[in-house]
C-alpha cells in the first residue's frame, strides 16, 4: 500500500457512511483521521444528529466488530471490562470479556457514568489494553472509541475530569443539516434505515495497513514549530486557565499527518494543521471564570491564536525531516 491508496480507500469510505450521514463530509474526514491516527472520538451534540448512525456506519464499512455501551448512573467497571465468574464444572473461575472487547466502541451518554466506571475507560483508551485480577490482556486491532455527550442536558451527569478529556485525541459536533439535506435524511429513512443494508467496502485489515502508512507523512521542521507554538499559546493565553499538554501537540502532528494522507499527499501543508487544530484542541483548554462571564468558547482562543500565529512558509517537502 502507498500514499496514494489512502485516498482511494478514504474516498470509498465517506462515500459510503455518506450514505447515512448526509452531508457532512468534513465531520467524517475529521472521524476518519481520529481512526488513521489510532486515536478516540469525543462527539459532544444535542439528540437526533445522527452521533451513534456515524458510528455504526463506520464499524460496517469497515467490517468491524461493534459493541454500544450505554452510559447510566449505575453502570459498573466490571459491566465494560468484564468479570469473573465461577464455574463449578471445572472448579474455576473463568474471565468472561467486557463490551470493551470489540474494534469498534460506542459509549452514548458517557458522562452519565460516575467518575469510577468513568475511569476504568481510561488505559483501554490509552494503552488498549485492560488489566483485571492480575492480568493484562490486550484489546482488539483496530480499537476505536466514540463517545458522546449531550452538551445541553448536565442533570444527573458527571463531568469528564481532565485526564479523560485528554485521552480524546478529536471532539467533534455534527450540527444540524441543512433544509435540503433533512429533505434527503426524511426520504432515505421513508423506508428501512439504510444503516442496515450498508456494507463494508474494505476490511480492517486495510485500516491498520493505513495507521501503519499514516505516521510516514513527511512534516517539515518549520510546520512542527508550527504546531507547538499553536499549542504553547495556549499555556499562557490571558483567557485560559489550563492550556493543551505535550499530548495535544502530538495529536496536532499525527492529525495534520493522517489528514494529508486522505488528501492523496505525502507532505503535510499549513492548512492541514488549521483545520484541524480547533477540534484537536479544544477540549484540552480550560477557560477563566472571566471569560466564560465574556461567553467565550474554547473555539473562539483557538481562532484567536491561529489568527495570531504566523504561518510558516512552506518548505520543499522533499527536504529530510
Known amino acids: 500500500m502507498e500514499i496514494s491508496d489512502i485516498q482511494v480507500i478514504s474516498e470509498k469510505l465517506i462515500a459510503n457512511i455518506e450514505k447515512v450521514i448526509v452531508g457532512k463530509r468534513g465531520v467524517i474526514e475529521k472521524a476518519l483521521v481520529s481512526l488513521y491516527c489510532r486515536g478516540h472520538i469525543l462527539l459532544e ?12 456506519a463506520v464499524a460496517r464499512s469497515i467490517d468491524a466488530t461493534f459493541k ?16 469473573s465468574i465461577y464455574n463449578p464444572e471445572i472448579r474455576k473461575f473463568e474471565y468472561r470479556k467486557g463490551p470493551i472487547f470489540a474494534q469498534i466502541i460506542l459509549v452514548d451518554e458517557v458522562n452519565r457514568a460516575t467518575p469510577k ?18 492480568m493484562t490482556i490486550p484489546l482488539p486491532d483496530p480499537f476505536f472509541v466514540i463517545a458522546t455527550e449531550n452538551p445541553i442536558e448536565f442533570e444527573g451527569t458527571f463531568p469528564l ?64 514549530a508550527y504546531i507547538v507554538s499553536i ?26 499527518q493522517a489528514l494529508a494522507a486522505l488528501k492523496g499527499r505525502d507532505f503535510v501543508i499549513p492548512e492541514d494543521i ?25 473555539e473562539n482562543i483557538i481562532a484567536k491564536i491561529l489568527s495570531n500565529t504566523p504561518v510558516p512558509i512552506q518548505a520543499d517537502p522533499g527536504q529530510p525531516k
Open 161 to 224: 475530569p481532565e485526564a479523560q478529556m485528554d485521552r480524546f485525541f478529536i471532539s467533534l459536533k455534527i450540527g444540524y443539516p441543512a433544509p435540503e439535506e433533512e429533505e434527503e435524511v426524511i426520504m432515505m429513512q421513508a423506508g428501512r434505515h439504510p444503516i442496515y443494508t450498508l456494507e463494508p467496502v474494505i476490511s480492517t485489515s486495510d485500516i491498520i495497513q493505513v495507521q501503519n502508512l499514516a505516521g510516514t507523512v513527511h512534516v517539515d521542521k518549520s510546520l512542527r
Open 68 to 83: 454500544r455501551i450505554q452510559g447510566t448512573p449505575d453502570l459498573l467497571p466490571m459491566d465494560i471490562i468484564g468479570v
Open 274 to 298: 488549521k483545520v484541524l487544530a480547533p477540534e484537536v484542541l479544544k477540549h484540552r483548554i480550560i477557560l477563566r471564570s472571566e471569560a466564560k462571564l465574556k461567553n467565550l468558547k474554547p
Open 45 to 56: 451534540d444535542v439528540p437526533g444528529l445522527g452521533k451513534t448512525m456515524l458510528a455504526r
Open 117 to 134: 466506571t468513568q475511569s476504568a475507560m481510561l488505559e483501554a483508551m490509552g494503552e488498549s489494553q485492560v488489566s483485571i485480577e492480575g
Open 231 to 256: 499549542t504553547g499559546s495556549t499555556r499562557i493565553d490571558p483567557d485560559l486557565e489550563l492550556g493543551a499538554s505535550p499530548r495535544g501537540s502530538i495529536a496536532l502532528y499525527k492529525a495534520s
